[in-house]
């Protein structure tokens, strides 16, 4: 079998806040609706045949000024 990219989220937290399903694939994140805080965001990548694979979590902290 060959497996394709069908989407690609943007996660929050364990949260989807954005899917993409053409390629390039790419996601914004508007971090002005949180206040101080820190995050966690991933990529999980789903194939045509639905199987997934999330990325490692990359820490983020949210300075409001």
């Excluded at 929050?12 to 806040?17: A, E």
């Excluded at 899917?19 to 965001?41: E, H, Q, R």
Aim: aromatic share 10%; proline share 3%; hydrophobic share 30%.
């Amino acid at each position: 079998h060959r497996y394709h990219v069908a989407s690609a989220a943007l996660m929050r937290d364990g949260s989807v806040v954005q899917t993409d399903t053409t390629s390039p694939y790419g996601a914004t994140y508007n971090s002005g609706i949180v206040a101080d805080t820190k995050i966690d965001l991933k990529v999980r990548c789903t194939d045509q045949f639905s199987n997934t694979w999330e990325s490692s979590g990359y820490g983020v902290t949210i300075d409001v000024p």
